[in-house]
């Protein structure tokens, strides 16, 4: 895109024409003589005077500019020493890399060419898990509430590490709010790390994929068992060894395998436990990023979220209740109303100096440490890639490495610059490392993913728009 032409992403419907406005962060309605010319189809000179004068007005009020950024830096590239030394949010230690569950959809359990590390025996040592501790005290000095994360493999694999460090760290981070975290496939609690995690206040998560039909197909046992019998039975004893105090403290996070049929999944919610306690769901597709094929989803997968995406759509407009809706279906509705929230109004321009919105500062945010001490910038990453490595409990912190991948938008710089959704990027670098490389080919791949999400959401928001002006009472605007 030329840098003189506007900033902004022209889109239609059958109601209107519009664009965004990146500069603006804002959609606006236009009639079709503008939005020609923004497409590019008619030159200025060519317009009549009302067209000119409506696109004069619009830049009166700031909207059309052409400023991209100059600089394409973090805004907290600068503060990467200051924050890394005494603003570390949160520490994650994988407390073991062994597991008792061969899930299909799992990296660390999948048998082939790896991308990533397998499950193995390695189990974190006290000696280390203190060195970490010790480490995040140190650098999270302005921080007045701290949380600690236990993360595997299978944590509780390692419960006595658990145990210890979480003694440790509350002697230790005395006076300050602390929180203790967990996910867990729940198979291996007993009546005792039950006990221990109400009375440390756990923030506990189950793994859990939908009612024994689907979570068996996926998560099995060593023996070749599904382990849905396990998980569930612990989570209600869980449930109930917290009392009215559950609330906060118990989540369940299940993961679609596209490759399946998902309808099954929301009918685990007809269980009594949903309906007497109000645990938090997260619903999340199962990532391929780290594995050596990609998945194909299935014709069931697509429908069901064809049907799921109309369901959100006709609830926004006021078209059916809350009460038909899932609780993923609650979420997107929720994030589209979000969404239109932050599409409403003027926001500043551009500045000179930026990057597109999506990457934390490594380490500061959700540091985690390895079983043998070595600091990647979340769970989420590839531990066996060395430009992920970000440090160690032994060497502090890679403030150079931190630097890189806080700026991964310099893989391609100017497609970055030019790109409408620069505001409302979410690639980290995650998403742009394979194979020990960072490469702008595979961060590619996920700006595509970004851009098309980022369309369907303007055109929900629009829609919604359009909607409340022709139909709803009351409020008529964005």
Known sequence: MNSAVPFVHCFKTINGFYFYDVNKDTIVSVDEAVFNWLNGDFPYDSLDDRTKARIEGMKAKGLLSDKRVKVLRHIDTKNIHYKLENQVEMMILQVTQACNLTCSYCPYAYKGDKVSRSHSNKMMSWEIAKQAIDFY????????????????????????????????????????????????????????????????????????????????????????????????????????????????????????????????????????????????????????????????PSKEFRSFYSTHGTAQLYNLLGLISERSLNEMDKKGVLNYQRKLEEYHGLKGDLPDEASPSGPCMPGKRRLFVDTEGFFYPCERVNEQSEILRIGSVYDGFDEEKVSTILNICNLSPEECRNCFAFRHCSICVKSAEYDGELSAEVRRKSCERVRATMERELRVCTLMKEYREKYAEGDHGL
């Open 137 to 296: 005290y140190a650098h999270s000095k302005d921080m007045n509430e701290v949380c600690i994360t236990y993360y595997g493999g299978e944590p509780f694999l390692n419960f006595p590490v658990i145990k210890k460090s979480v003694e440790y760290a509350q002697e230790l981070f005395l006076g300050k709010g602390m929180l203790f975290r967990v996910t867990t496939n729940g198979t291996v609690l007993t009546d005792e790390v039950i006990d221990f995690l109400v009375q440390n206040e756990f923030d506990v998560t189950f793994s859990i994929d939908g009612p024994a039909s689907v979570h068996d197909v996926n998560r099995k046992q060593a023996n070749g068992k599904g382990s849905f019998d396990l998980a569930f039975e612990n989570m209600k004893k869980l449930v109930n060894a917290y009392g009215d105090s559950y609330k906060g403290h118990i989540s369940m996070n299940t993961v679609i395998n596209p490759e399946g049929d998902p309808s099954e999944v929301f009918s685990l919610f007809d269980d009594p436990i949903f309906k007497e306690h109000e645990i938090e769901l997260n619903v999340n597709i199962a990532d391929d990023d780290m594995l050596n094929t990609s998945f194909v």
